[in-house]
């Protein structure tokens, strides 16, 4: 995979990061899973097309899944004396 990716083309250099790779947009066509590839494991991959304008493949982490308001509705009862006083805990009530 990287050799492939070290051919004419392509320039490595240092990136806030660490390496970056930029790679022309005909080149890139033939080798996008590795460039992809390349991403996902933190390299910085810039596709720049032929009128200079460039383009990073970022990666968008997997969203975990948050609870939905009001899912439990129904699952859950409450005594009808829930909010009385324990007799347990009458010692500490003023």
Request: glycine fraction near 6%; charge should be negative.
């Amino acid at each position: 995979m990287k050799n492939e990716l070290s051919q004419k083309n392509i320039s490595d250099f240092k990136g806030r990061r660490g390496l970056m790779r930029k790679v022309d947009l005909k080149e890139a066509e033939s080798l996008l899973a590795e460039l992809i590839e390349e991403a996902a494991e933190g390299e910085d991959v810039i596709i720049t097309r032929s009128d200079g304008v460039s383009f990073k493949i970022v990666v968008i982490p997997k969203e975990e899944p948050r609870p939905k308001f009001g899912s439990a509705k129904g699952l859950v009862e409450m005594s009808d004396d829930f909010d009385e006083p324990l007799e347990d805990f009458e010692a500490y009530a003023p």
